[in-house]
């Protein structure tokens, strides 16, 4: 099972601004530069992501990955069903929720982020690739790309991409 953080930061790390911001990220566009996006959303088979990323995506979009089966990972009870049956929160952990994915039979997950709940997976092993958009951006604060826990890892770069506006698309696996 393959469990992918793929997520944007600016240079200095961070996936948002302190309050949540993301508008300095530059736009995926449906006809036009979508830095790799929808081959990308097209190759994962389920969708992970913490609460915040998920109240974030419900107050500007409507929901972007219907049909797709997606785990919300939250430990608030107010949360206890969803009305989309494609959508579940769970306040298990990341190794539990791995492994029912694997049950499942999924092959490939996104992980969306955020920032702490890629460190949960992190620390406990589970992200076995990374795909960062660098974006040529310093934002100074913010949420961090990965919440510092858990120990030192090597990593193997496996594909860049440069795109004309300055942002890098690094790829890389954990080193075996
Ligand atoms: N630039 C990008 O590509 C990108 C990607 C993703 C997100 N974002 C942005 O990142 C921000 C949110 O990131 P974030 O790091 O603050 O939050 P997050 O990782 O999205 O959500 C964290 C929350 O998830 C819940 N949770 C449940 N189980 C967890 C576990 N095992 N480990 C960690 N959290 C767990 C906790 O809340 P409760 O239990 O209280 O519900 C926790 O506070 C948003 O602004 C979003 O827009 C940016």
New binding site residues.
């Given amino acids: 099972m393959e469990i992918v953080y793929y997520?944007?930061?600016s240079l200095d790390s961070f996936?948002?601004t302190p309050d949540?911001g993301?508008d300095w990220?530059p736009p995926i566009e449906a006809d036009g530069e979508d830095y790799g996006y929808h081959d990308f959303y097209a190759s994962v088979d389920a969708v992970l992501?913490?609460?915040?990323?998920?109240e974030?995506i419900l107050r500007h979009a409507a929901w972007p990955y219907a049909g797709k089966p997606c785990w919300v990972?939250?430990?608030?009870r107010r949360y206890a069903k969803s009305n989309d049956a494609n959508i579940q929160f769970t306040?298990a952990?990341?190794d539990h929720i791995a492994e029912e994915l694997e049950g499942q039979g999924l092959k490939r997950a996104w992980l969306?982020?955020?920032?702490?709940?890629?460190?949960?997976f992190r620390e406990r092993g589970l992200i076995t690739t990374y795909g960062i958009g660098i974006v040529p951006t310093i934002l100074g604060a913010g949420?961090p790309l990965l919440?510092a826990r858990g120990l030192l890892e090597q990593l193997t770069l496996t594909g860049c991409q440069t795109y004309p506006d300055g942002t890098v698309m690094l790829w890389y696996r954990k080193a075996a």
């Fill in positions: 997520a944007a930061a996936i948002a949540g993301i990220l992501m913490g609460s915040a990323t998920y974030k990972f939250t430990r608030q306040a952990s990341p969306v982020g955020g920032g702490k709940l890629a460190a949960s949420i919440d």
